[in-house]
């Protein structure tokens, strides 16, 4: 495992873009506290005019630009190594920052609901300036059934750092704590497991390597299982919690209101997922015969059932394959990404000590980074073009929209980043005719699926059933943990697939976990994308023209009424069984290439 400072400097994200010095970060960081404690005066004041209303609005949008650029760059500063004490340090004050500022403006809220609804409408007449905040707007009234008084909101904003700290253990534990050991790979050599080399360890063709990569991965977070059934479990009565006193129905109807999903589209991926899995248990089934194997087990699942031609894919060639794989988008697209690769957006290789897997993250005013554990196979230029799908979403809205609707929820984002991996998969299947290619990337495509679709709704189920059990007072114990999850699995995979007391750990590893019914948007995200990478192909200009308006939209509207834009609706169910059909025939296609 290489240190941070061996890694070319071209191979890592500019940060210094953001801030020339910590010492330049440390003056940020006392501003964003001042202009917070300066943001005080408007206290008991929102009413008084409309002029004031607004200012009041645009001081807000300062004083939060602020605190997000402080907090940005600590923690890619501490994702760069997670065992450097320095930035730990600053990741800490940056996220009790983030505390207090939320702390010192929790009054906004409620005093902004109590003023008069016809006074509200005036103020909207007569100022202007208040259009552009029109959705915000509507967004806080939508809340005005869970906003509690100033004195609770305060207190609820004081205990935001404490409350999530859950989240923090298990970051701690999962990227800078535990240790996997040595397993012995295919040449019989002795390599270091690490959370960037476990997937491809368990694709290894040796079935003795696959065997002790799994074993040494769970039999670690085994040693841990009661530790982190009592993190998770604490995590999860937060989420109760919180959706309790903010008076919803339930934690995932809290959870869905953000973004005002109806309950109905959770329910339908799950349902409808559920009824189609026959379809996976055939694929499962299928994937056990071309294995050789009477029995499938969890670490014979990811292993190729097909090898492409050439595999190793230098990350100089991933690049040049994502830009013809997104010419589709046109130029403006396209330009846009060789830009963010030439200037720095990417970090690109594994360190010691260095955040597992991959995103996307900045701040409005930063580049939108990516940082990735690239190890130079074809399935890292999907994670490119993924992560860059995220990155283009952010730069195109960037651009366009104001700081207030300069995010996007992960309802949409997983759209922008999937629709780049629908475009690469088919890029590649246009262009490496061969058979052998085909059956690769058929396996692949169903992986997919499998991983994206499947997976992340089994995930889902899982989310929903912890907290319905916590919602009616049961203890969230490692043992109760396990045997949910290992029922799941069971249904998940079928017959062909051997349900193990590691497998039932799985839980135990998933970070999304730690943020309440996020998982479930990946899902839903791959069905709105698979639907709006067939239009951008069928249907060309006018496609791309809305795609790309899509992604500029930002956070200007709910979620549901963005995508209507990019042509899908996701409020149907529709969007959902049209890609459980891409499934199926892809699982008729392995079948005849087998």
């Known amino acids: ?64 630009l602020t605190v997000e650029r402080v907090y940005v760059y600590a923690r890619m500063r501490r994702d760069e190594n997670n065992g450097d004490s320095k930035y730990q340090a600053m990741a800490d004050r940056a996220q009790s920052l983030f505390a207090k500022v939320a702390a010192d403006l929790s009054f906004f809220t409620p005093e902004f609901l109590a003023i008069p609804k016809a006074k509200l409408n005036e103020f909207r007449r007569v100022e202007r300036g208040l259009a552009g905040y029109a959705h915000i707007i509507e967004v806080l009234l939508r809340r005005k059934p869970h906003v509690l008084g100033k004195k609770e909101e305060n207190l609820l904003a004081l205990l935001s750092e404490p409350l999530s700290a859950t989240n923090e253990i298990f970051s701690m534990l999962n990227n800078a704590d535990i240790r996997f050991g040595e397993i012995k790979d295919e040449k019989g050599k002795s390599v270091e497991l690490t959370h960037g080399n476990y997937i491809s360890l368990l694709e290894s063709g040796d079935r003795k390597v696959r065997k002790a990569a799994y074993e040494a991965l769970y039999d670690a977070y085994g040693k841990h299982r009661n530790m982190l059934a009592a993190t998770y479990g604490f995590n999860t009565k937060t989420d109760v919690l919180t959706a309790r006193i903010r008076n919803y129905g339930s934690s995932l109807e809290a959870s869905l ?236 995979f079928g017959p062909a697939v051997v349900t193990d007391e590691r497998i039932a750990l799985e839980w135990a590893r998933i970070p999304h976990f730690y943020r309440a019914f996020y998982v479930y948007k990946y899902a839903t995200g791959f069905s709105a994308a698979t639907a709006i990478a067939d239009k951008l192909i069928d249907e060309g200009y006018a496609a791309v023209r809305d795609y790309l308006h899509f992604l500029k939209l930002g956070d200007s509207d709910d979620p549901i009424e963005l995508l209507k834009v990019a042509g899908v609706d996701m409020s149907k169910p529709e969007p959902i069984a049209e890609a459980m059909d891409v499934f199926e025939g892809l699982v008729d296609s392995l079948a005849e290439l087998v």
């Open 1 to 64: 495992m290489k240190k941070r400072k061996d890694i070319p400097k071209k191979y890592r994200w500019n940060i210094e873009s953001m801030y020339e010095s910590d010492k330049a970060w440390e003056d940020d960081f006392e501003k964003a506290s001042t202009y917070a404690e300066r943001y005080v005066r408007y206290a008991g004041k929102l009413s008084e005019s409309a002029k004031t209303l607004l200012k009041a609005l645009r001081d807000m949008d300062r004083v939060w």
């Open 257 to 492: 209101a953000g973004d005002n999903v109806p309950l109905a589209v959770y329910d339908n991926l799950v349902d409808i997922v559920s009824d189609r899995l026959p379809v996976l248990h055939r694929y499962m089934d299928i994937r056990r015969k071309a294995l050789g194997l009477r029995k499938l087990t969890m670490y014979d699942v990811y292993v190729p059932l097909f090898k492409p031609k050439k595999d190793s894919l230098a990350y100089e060639d991933a690049v040049d394959l994502m830009l013809e794989a997104l010419a589709p988008l046109g130029p403006s697209y396209t330009s846009a990404v060789e830009s963010g690769v030439r200037s720095g957006w990417i970090d690109v290789f594994e360190n010691e000590g260095k955040s597992s897997g991959a995103y996307s993250f900045g701040s409005y005013d930063s580049m939108p980074y990516i940082l990735m554990n690239y190890s130079g196979r074809l399935k890292d230029a999907f994670t490119l073009v993924h992560e860059m799908g995220h990155s283009l979403h952010s730069y195109f809205t960037r651009r366009t929209q104001p700081y207030r609707y300069g995010s996007h929820s992960i309802f949409t984002a997983e759209v922008a980043s999937t629709v780049n991996e629908s475009l690469l998969m088919r890029h590649l299947l246009d262009t490496r005719p061969s058979r052998a290619d085909r059956r690769y990337l058929t396996n692949l495509y169903l992986e997919e699926f499998r991983t994206t679709l499947f997976r992340q709704t089994m995930f889902a189920e899982f989310e929903r059933a912890t907290h319905e059990l916590t919602e009616r007072g049961d203890v969230l114990t490692a043992d109760r943990l396990c045997g949910l999850y290992a029922e799941l699995n069971e249904k998940y």
